[in-house]
C-alpha cells in the first residue's frame, strides 16, 4: 500500500518560519512535490524533489531524503497570505501523484 | 501560461442525473491528464488517469460505469458522473501534464463543486 503522513495543523505567526514534514511508504516513488491549497481553489504547485537535498524557490525549500522516505518543506518570513493547506505527494511512474492528508496553516498577525 | 479550466464551476443535480465536467488544458497540450476528489477538509483521492486516444485507467475502488472519462483531444477531458447520488457530492479538480514540459509538474483546473441532492 502507499500512505503519506504530515501533521494536520500548523500555527506560526507572521514573520516566522515553519517547517511542514512528510514521512511516506510507497511501492514506487519518482519524487516528492509540494502543493498549496486555499479554501476552495486549486492547489498550486510549489517545488518537487527527485533526488536527496535541499531544493529553494524564493520563501519556500524542500528537503528530501530518500533513505529514511522523509521529507519536508520550509516556509520562511511567513506571511498571511501563506494561511493555506499544504500537501506532500509522491509521483509514482507515470506521472500519478498520491497526496497526503494536508497540513492547514495558519498564520497569525 | 500552462492554465487549466474546468466547466462547470459549480453544479446541482438531482438523484438519478447524470452530469459532464469538463477539463480542457487552455494554452498546452496534455497526452494525460488525472481526476481527483477532495471531501470537505480532506486530500485530494486519485480517481483515474486519463489518456487521449486510449481508455482511462482507475485506481482501486472507483467505479468506471459510474465515473465515465473521455480523453478525446490533446486538450480536453471530460467525466461523467452518472446516476449521482447525494454521495457523489464532492470537490472533483482535474489536472494535466504539459507534453512538452517537465515531467513531474501537474497543472490543476479550479475545480468543479457538484452537488447531488
Redesign the interface.
Known amino acids: 500500500g502507499q500512505s503519506l503522513e504530515q501533521p494536520s495543523e500548523v500555527t506560526a505567526v507572521e514573520g516566522a518560519i515553519v517547517q511542514i514534514n512528510c514521512t511516506y511508504q510507497t511501492s514506487g516513488f519518482?519524487?516528492l512535490?509540494w502543493?498549496q491549497q486555499h479554501d476552495?481553489?486549486?492547489?498550486?504547485?510549489l517545488s518537487?524533489n527527485?533526488l536527496d537535498g535541499l531544493e529553494e524557490t524564493g520563501r519556500f525549500s524542500s528537503f528530501l531524503s530518500r533513505s529514511d522516505s522523509y521529507g519536508y518543506l520550509l516556509l520562511q518570513e511567513l506571511q498571511m497570505k501563506d494561511s493555506a493547506s499544504y500537501?506532500c505527494a509522491v509521483?509514482n511512474q507515470?506521472?500519478?501523484?498520491?497526496?497526503?492528508?494536508?497540513t492547514e496553516l495558519s498564520v497569525k498577525p | 501560461g500552462a492554465v487549466?479550466s474546468q466547466h462547470p464551476s459549480w453544479v446541482i443535480c438531482k438523484s438519478g442525473t447524470s452530469v459532464k465536467i469538463e477539463c480542457r488544458s487552455l494554452d498546452f497540450q496534455a497526452t494525460?491528464m488525472?481526476w481527483y476528489r477532495q471531501f470537505p477538509k480532506?486530500?485530494?483521492?486519485?480517481m483515474a488517469?486519463s489518456n487521449e486516444g486510449s481508455k482511462a485507467t482507475y485506481e482501486q475502488g472507483v467505479e468506471k460505469d459510474k465515473f465515465l472519462i473521455n480523453h478525446a483531444s490533446l486538450t480536453l477531458s471530460t467525466l461523467t458522473v452518472t446516476s449521482a447520488h447525494p454521495e457523489d457530492s464532492s470537490f472533483y479538480?482535474c489536472?494535466a501534464?504539459d507534453v512538452a514540459g517537465?515531467?513531474?509538474?501537474?497543472?490543476?483546473?479550479?475545480?468543479t463543486?457538484l452537488t447531488v441532492t
Open positions: 519518482y519524487g512535490s502543493y476552495g481553489g486549486a492547489p498550486t504547485f518537487y527527485a500537501f509521483q507515470g506521472g500519478k501523484l498520491i497526496f497526503g492528508q494536508g | 487549466v494525460t488525472f480532506q486530500s485530494l483521492m486519485l488517469t479538480i489536472s501534464r517537465s515531467s513531474y509538474e501537474q497543472y490543476f483546473g479550479p475545480g463543486r
